[in-house]
């Protein structure tokens, strides 16, 4: 399909800018619901820009709205903006200021990135031919997420089409991964504790003994994934803590388990959980014990709309080059951008933000965690792309 399209020259783009802001908020990271010097930073930066109209959705957010000259389509760019509770062990000049807590996943990239977005679009009002949205978003790291407050909030009323990214430590600068459909999985979690009788570890026939009840538990919920759940669905069941006991010689009265739940539709999303309440009450009443399943549903999955993810990889190839597009499955962590893209039609990819000299880069969520600090200018130029299609 070809598209003719206004180009807004990337020599606009302050790159010092971009690196500064990106370090400033790098040095002083804040925790979910908790960002508020990060936000206030975001609101005075925005405000020195001009031609922008200011709002405050939530106590930690931020809103900017871009009215062009002429009417036509409202489009929302979305950058998170929180960090995580993570010792930093990365040795930069610039690493977190805050004791135990670090921006360990790239937040501080991507409003870095949005922020320079919106330097230069804030000059070319009179060109617009609708309205741009920048959602600057808090706590994409804690449920029930900032995503859902905002939306709830009203930021998207009248948007046609919403976008976001984030930046990938594994994957190569000058790549970006694009998936159709679901993007992102479920991510939903569940505590149970199985509740028997204890008693002396010399007298088990004697007691009702939760561990070996648990153990049970723990090495079926597999069979969740591998025999009643189809080869071709997604599914992650990962049991994560677990509790029981404090003396060697004494068979605890319960324990307390807890598992994280992955999977990328409804369907398969809620015959899990009815799957692990049907063997948890099997294997327990089997056992002469009772238990409590406390099951919370977190993330929906991130389902790129056909649409606007089409455009989204129209836009990568012209601007980063055709072989910039890398097309792949699902990741099965979670991301609350869910939530704009359920309430509109919405496009997320992943921008390829390796180190070009570290063969070995540290994950996502890690103290080690570093970016290729020159990838943020191609979430820059994505976004201009897609703002070049829509509304130039």
């Not at 820009?49 to 871009?66: C, H, I, Q, W, Y």
């Not at 570290?358 to 976004?383: L, N, T």
Request: aromatic share 6%; hydrophobic share 40%.
């Amino acid at each position: 399909m070809n598209v003719t399209v206004k180009d807004i020259p990337v020599t606009q783009l302050n790159k010092q800018h971009l690196v500064e802001w990106r370090r400033h908020l790098h040095e002083n990271p804040e925790l979910s619901f908790q960002e508020v010097q990060t936000s206030q930073f975001v609101y005075d930066t925005l405000s020195s820009f001009g031609n922008l109209e200011l709002s405050r959705p939530t106590k930690t957010s931020v809103m900017a709205k871009l009215k062009g000259a002429k009417p036509g389509k409202v489009i929302g760019f979305r950058a998170d903006m929180d960090a995580l509770p993570i010792q930093e062990e990365t040795n930069l000049p610039f690493a977190s200021k805050v004791d135990g807590v670090m921006h360990a996943c790239g937040h501080d990239a991507h409003t870095a990135i949005l922020l320079t977005v919106a330097e230069i679009l804030s000059t070319k009002q009179e060109e617009l031919s609708g309205e741009i949205r920048f959602f600057f978003q808090h706590a994409e790291e804690l449920f029930p997420g900032g995503a859902k407050e905002m939306v709830e909030a009203g930021v998207t009323e009248g948007v046609d089409m919403v976008f976001g990214l984030h930046v990938a430590s594994q994957l190569p600068k000058g790549k970006v991964g694009v998936i159709f459909g679901p993007a992102t999985s479920n991510s939903d979690q569940f505590e149970l504790t199985v509740k028997g009788q204890g008693g002396h570890s010399s007298q088990p026939d004697k007691t009702v003994d939760p561990v070996v009840i648990s153990a049970q538990i723990i090495t079926n919920l597999q069979s969740i994934v591998s025999r009643m759940t189809s080869p071709k669905e997604e599914l992650v069941i990962s049991v994560t803590t677990l509790h029981a006991g404090e003396a060697v010689n004494v068979i605890p009265n319960e324990v307390r388990i807890g598992a994280s739940v992955r999977s990328l539709t409804q369907d398969v999303r809620n015959n899990a959980m009815t799957a692990v309440e049907r063997l948890v009450k099997g294997i327990t009443e089997a056992n002469g014990a009772t238990y409590e399943l406390d099951v919370a549903y977190g993330y929906d999955s991130v389902i790129n709309n056909e649409e606007a993810t089409a455009i989204g990889e129209r836009t990568l190839k012209r601007k980063l080059g055709e072989d910039a597009v890398l097309h792949g499955s699902a990741i099965m962590g979670g991301e609350d951008f869910a939530a704009f893209a359920n309430s509109v039609p919405g496009c997320f990819v992943f921008v390829g933000a390796k180190e070009k000299d570290d063969p070995s880069p540290a994950p996502h969520h890690h103290p080690k965690f570093r970016i290729e600090e020159d990838a943020m200018e191609d979430g820059v130029k994505y976004f201009l792309g897609i703002a070049e299609e829509l509304v130039f």
